[in-house]
């Protein structure tokens, strides 16, 4: 199965939400992305449709945003 | 593993994630069930701490809100 990419930027909510994911999906199926810190993928994120963080890009493609950390704006503050 | 349960509410935006959901978590980990349809378990999603669906219930307890279909109010209307 191709990989999910699981966007996050290190706040509080991200990485409890990044724990939940890996386990239910497994940690073989994910690809973790911290924006905070990996800010060249800031646009990939952004065109694949990602609008917040934490969130969850699927294989087909789709975004499952999960609960609210913080919006693509506050990343690139 | 103890299941998870997915609760939507028969909206696009539900069904959208719950095929993902499905997909990725494997339909043998997931209980899906449709707060529009069988209503005698919105106190039970709402004592979960689900706040809006979709949103999945991990096996841990925890509440992932995905996307944003509707609020609880919403749903009991």
Same mark, same amino acid.
Request: proline share 4%.
């Given at each position: 199965m191709k990989k999910s990419i699981f966007y996050h930027a290190g706040c509080p909510v991200c990485i409890s939400a990044e724990h939940d994911i890996v386990t239910l999906v497994g940690e073989s199926n994910v690809e973790i992305v911290n924006l905070g810190e990996d800010r060249s993928k800031l646009d990939t994120a952004e065109n694949a449709g &990602?609008? +917040? &963080?934490? $969130?969850l890009v699927t294989p087909n493609g789709n975004v499952l945003h999960i609960n609210?950390? $913080? +919006?693509m704006a506050d990343v690139r503050g």
């Amino acid at each position: 199965m191709k990989k999910s990419i699981f966007y996050h930027a290190g706040c509080p909510v991200c990485i409890s939400a990044e724990h939940d994911i890996v386990t239910l999906v497994g940690e073989s199926n994910v690809e973790i992305v911290n924006l905070g810190e990996d800010r060249s993928k800031l646009d990939t994120a952004e065109n694949a449709g &990602v609008k +917040s &963080v934490p $969130a969850l890009v699927t294989p087909n493609g789709n975004v499952l945003h999960i609960n609210f950390g $913080a +919006s693509m704006a506050d990343v690139r503050g």
